[in-house]
Structures are given as C-alpha cells and as structure tokens.
C-alpha cells in the first residue's frame, strides 16, 4: 500500500520535472524589442512592454566628459526599474529609480568608459531613458 502513495504522490512531480527544467527565465530585454543607442557621449535605451522582468543589465558607454544629463520618460506598471551609472573608475556617479518625467545630471566623474546598470526588479512597463554628455 505504502508503495503505491508513493508512486501516486511521485507521478505527477516526475511528470512536471522536465516543464520546471524548460521554465527558463529569460533575464534579457530581446522579447521586448529594445532599441539601445550607445555612441560616444550619447546612450538610449527604450523598451515597450516590458514584463516581469528582474535583472541587472550592464552596459558600456564612452563619455568623453566629466559629467552627463539624464533624461527619464520611463512609466512602471509595477515593480521598479533603478539607473546606476559608474564613471570610468567605477565611482558612482547617478543611482536614482526610473520615473516618468526628470531631467537631471550625475555628480563630476573621470570621463572615460563608464557603465550603465539597470536593475529591474519584477518590472513591468515602458522603459525609456537617456544619457548625454554634459
């Protein structure tokens, strides 16, 4: 008796392995269709639709200044979505949450290659949001 539960209990965990094995979660922006501009002294990033999404995204950006402007017009549905942006000694220069209209700038940093950092935790919605050279 005690061999047959077993099985009965087993069964339907032995048949929902492989589904939990393919239920990968895709940590990038791809099914979104992003449109990433990333040019000297110039990054744009935009989003539409974005949907539970929880990761952290780095990108390269060459700014040939000390200092940029960043422009947010991002709208959250839900969850969060937070700018980082790391000068070219890894100083941060900019940690503010995306919202859906701010014009403002990062503090003076070594210009170089810096590093924009999105971090998206179970976000949901437009993002849209760019750095220039200041």
């Known amino acids: 008796m005690k061999r047959r539960i077993f099985r009965f209990m087993l069964l339907p965990l032995l048949i929902g392995y492989p ?3 393919c239920q990968c979660d ?3 922006l791809a099914p979104f269709e992003p449109e990433i501009v990333s040019v000297t002294d110039n990054f744009e990033l935009q989003a539409t639709g974005v949907r539970n999404r929880t ?3 780095i990108y390269d950006w060459e700014n040939t200044g000390n200092q940029a402007t960043v422009n947010h ?3 959250t549905s839900s969850g969060s979505a937070r700018l980082i942006i790391k000068d070219d000694g890894g100083t941060t220069v900019y940690d503010k949450l995306l919202v859906p209209s701010l014009n403002d700038s990062t503090i003076p ?3 170089g290659a810096w590093k924009i950092h999105l971090v998206l935790d179970h976000y949901y919605g437009t993002l849209n949001f760019r750095v220039q050279k200041l």
Request: cysteine-free; overall charge negative; charged content about 15%.
């Open 26 to 28: 895709d940590n990038t």
């Open 55 to 57: 990761t952290t995204l």
């Open 109 to 111: 940093g070594t210009d």
């Open 73 to 75: 017009s991002t709208t």
């Open 19 to 21: 589904f939990i094995l």
